[in-house]
């Protein structure tokens, strides 16, 4: 399975915490995007990508024009984080940490999730892309695809704190000796 993180937004480069909020790619994500091309020459069995106009883009950039979207692959609600920066959250909450601590509620758009409720999406998922025989990709964010990763590796949610994971990069995700494990994490082509 190949992951795809979506290319650099304003806020992804900012560090704001961007969940539901629908920004388009910086010219720079764009770049990034096109630059995953190579990637995808061969024919996928499954494309799912989150419905955000950001992994929407970089799915088509990168050459994979026929996906399908699937909620299932949107990013982590923020709730009254969302567009926050962690220093910024910090200051009226010290040593916060998203992975530990979670989020706040915020308006009707942006309720917030728990980590298990983004693992359940995950799951959701896995189990869509192993009843595929053949190749699948994903295009989605950050912290959805490192929970979804620490699913795959049959580990909590929260576990996916250990997996670092950039804007533009691309992950594969496979087996040995009929193990889930990682093949390719946090790859970079620009």
């Not at 959250?89 to 983004?118: C, F, K, M, N």
């Not at 192993?130 to 490192?146: I, K, M, Q």
């Amino acid at each position: 399975m190949l992951l795809l993180r979506h290319g650099e937004t304003e806020w992804s480069k900012a560090g704001r915490h961007t969940g539901r909020t629908d920004l388009p790619l910086t010219e720079h994500g764009e770049e990034q995007a096109r630059a995953l091309a190579p990637l995808v020459k061969e024919p996928f069995e499954l494309v799912l990508v989150s419905p955000a106009q950001r992994a929407r883009r970089t799915a088509e950039l990168a050459g994979l024009s026929e996906y399908q979207v699937d909620a299932d692959l949107w990013e982590w609600d923020y709730g009254g984080y969302e567009g926050i920066t962690t220093p910024e959250i910090r200051e009226t909450r010290p040593g916060w940490y998203l992975w530990r601590d979670g989020v706040i509620p915020g308006d009707a758009e942006h309720p917030g999730e728990s980590v298990a409720q983004v693992g359940a999406r995950a799951d959701r998922v896995i189990e869509r892309a192993r009843a595929v025989e053949g190749r699948v990709a994903l295009v989605a964010h950050g912290h959805f695809l490192r929970v979804l990763a620490a699913r795959w590796l049959r580990l909590a949610p929260e576990d996916g704190r250990l997996l670092k994971l950039d804007t533009g990069t691309y992950s594969r995700l496979g087996f040995e000796h009929a193990e889930p494990v990682l093949t390719t994490w946090n790859a970079p082509v620009c």
